[in-house]
């Protein structure tokens, strides 16, 4: 099985800054891709930042700037560093990684079951 396992979220005080990790293992051949998305109380899905296996970068609007992708392609890990939190920024975050198994031709969407980021005075 692949497995996503986030971690370094927290409390963090309006203007904070937090580092979030995502490592993927399991059964996997290549990763063509992997991205941050959040969910906040009351709101929809929110896709926030996605990083290709050539490094290119694309971010939501509202963390145009703020926050950083990156990937660490040899440990299968994802980071995202997020400076300047807002109370906005108060979500569940979920790691993605779009993967290629080594049976399978076709790869196939994973999530992690999240991690809790509250900005709060």
């Known amino acids: 099985q692949v497995q996503l396992v986030e971690s370094g979220g927290g409390l963090v005080q309006p203007g904070g800054s937090l580092r979030l990790s995502c490592a993927a293992s399991?059964?996997?051949?290549?990763?063509?891709?992997m991205g941050w998305s959040r969910q906040a109380p009351g709101k929809q899905r929110e896709s926030i930042a996605l990083?290709?296996?050539?490094?290119?970068?694309n971010y939501a609007d509202s963390v145009k700037g703020r926050f950083t992708i990156s990937r660490d392609n040899a440990n299968n890990t994802a980071y995202l560093q997020m400076n300047n939190l807002q109370p906005e920024d108060t979500a569940v975050y979920y790691c993605?990684?779009?993967?290629?198994?080594?049976?399978?031709?076709?790869?196939?969407?994973?999530w992690g079951q999240g991690t809790q980021v509250t900005v709060s005075s």
């Open positions: 993605y990684a779009r993967i290629r198994k080594p049976t399978n031709i076709s790869p196939s969407d994973y």
């Open positions: 399991g059964s996997i051949f290549s990763i063509s891709a």
């Open positions: 990083i290709t296996s050539g490094d290119s970068t």
